[in-house]
C-alpha cells in the first residue's frame, strides 16, 4: 500500500540550521596558477562573500567560517599579515554594510592578540549586531577549539569555584554562546580532518568533505552539502 511505502522511506532532514565551513586551499589555488599564496587569499575572500550571501538567500540561520586557526600564526609573516589585512577589510565593509544586508556577525577567537584596530572594528560589528536582524555571520579569527574549551573552564573556575558545570552551563562560557551547534560542517580543500575547529560543537555535526579548493567554491557545492545532509539519518545515539 502506498502509505506503507512512504512510512518505510527514511525521514529527509530539512535545511540546516547552523551551516559551518573549513575555508581550505586557498594556497593551492593559488599555487596552481603560479601566483603567491596570498593571492589564493584574496580570492577566498572573494568566495566567502559569495558564499555568505548565497547562505542567507536560502534561509540558512547561522553561519560559522574558519579564517584563521590559532595555529596558522606559524606561516610566514608576509602570509599573516596578508590575511589579516583582508580580514580588516571585511570587517571594516561590514561595518559599512551589514545593516543594510541584514548580517549579525560575532568573531570567534581570541582577540587579544588581534591588532588593535580589528580589536576596535570588533567592537563595532558587536553593537551594529546587537540592533540588527537576520542571519548571524561566525567569523573564528585566531580561533583554536582546545584554546576555546581551556579558557572556558579557566572562566568557568574563576566565577563558580569548587563546582561542576553541566554540559548546558559549560558551552555558556565558550565563543559560541547561545548559538546552536552545528547541523552541518563542509570541508574545502580535500583535507579530512577537523584542524582544531568547533571541537566541542561538532558532536553530531553531519561532515562534509569537498576535493574543490575553497576560492572555486559556488552555490552549487553548498547546495550539494546540503543535499547529502538531508539524506542523512541523525540518530545522536539513539534507535531509529
Ligand atoms: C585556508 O587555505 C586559509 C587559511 C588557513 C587561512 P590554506 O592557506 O590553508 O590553503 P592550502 O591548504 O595551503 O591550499
Ligand atoms: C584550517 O586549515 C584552518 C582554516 C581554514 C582557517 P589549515 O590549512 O590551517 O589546516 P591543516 O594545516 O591542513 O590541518
Ligand atoms: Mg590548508
Avoid at 530539512?14 to 559551518?20: E, N, V
Avoid at 559599512?96 to 587579544?112: A, C, P
Wanted: charge should be neutral.
Amino acid at each position: 500500500m502506498a502509505q506503507n511505502i512512504e512510512a518505510g522511506r527514511p525521514q529527509r532532514n530539512g535545511l540546516p540550521r547552523h551551516i559551518a565551513m573549513i575555508m581550505d586551499g586557498n594556497g593551492r589555488w593559488a599555487r596552481k596558477r603560479g601566483l603567491p599564496r596570498t593571492a589564493g587569499h584574496a580570492a577566498g575572500a572573494e568566495t566567502f562573500r559569495r558564499i555568505a550571501t548565497y547562505c542567507k538567500d536560502i534561509g540558512i540561520e547561522y553561519l560559522t567560517v574558519y579564517a584563521f586557526s590559532t595555529e596558522n600564526w606559524s606561516r610566514s609573516k608576509e602570509e599573516v599579515g596578508a590575511i589579516m589585512g583582508l580580514l580588516v577589510k571585511y570587517l571594516r565593509e561590514a561595518v559599512e554594510s551589514m545593516e543594510k544586508d541584514g548580517i549579525r556577525l560575532r568573531v570567534f577567537g581570541d582577540v587579544q592578540g588581534l591588532s588593535e584596530e580589528q580589536r576596535r572594528l570588533i567592537t563595532e560589528t558587536d553593537e551594529i549586531s546587537r540592533r540588527v536582524t537576520g542571519m548571524q555571520v561566525n567569523v573564528c579569527i585566531n580561533y583554536g577549539g582546545r584554546d576555546e574549551i581551556v579558557r572556558a573552564a579557566g572562566r568557568w573556575a574563576a566565577e563558580n569555584p569548587g563546582k561542576t558545570p553541566t554540559e548546558e552551563e559549560f558551552s555558556r562560557y565558550l565563543y559560541s554562546a547561545g548559538v546552536p551547534d552545528p547541523d552541518l560542517i563542509i570541508r574545502s580543500g580535500g583535507e579530512k580532518r577537523l584542524s582544531n575547529f568547533l571541537l566541542w560543537q561538532a558532536a553530531y555535526a553531519e561532515l562534509y568533505f569537498t576535493d574543490t579548493l575553497w576560492p572555486d567554491m559556488t552555490g552549487r557545492d553548498v547546495e550539494n552539502a546540503i543535499e547529502f545532509y538531508r539524506g542523512r539519518e541523525r540518530r545522536y545515539g539513539g534507535v531509529k
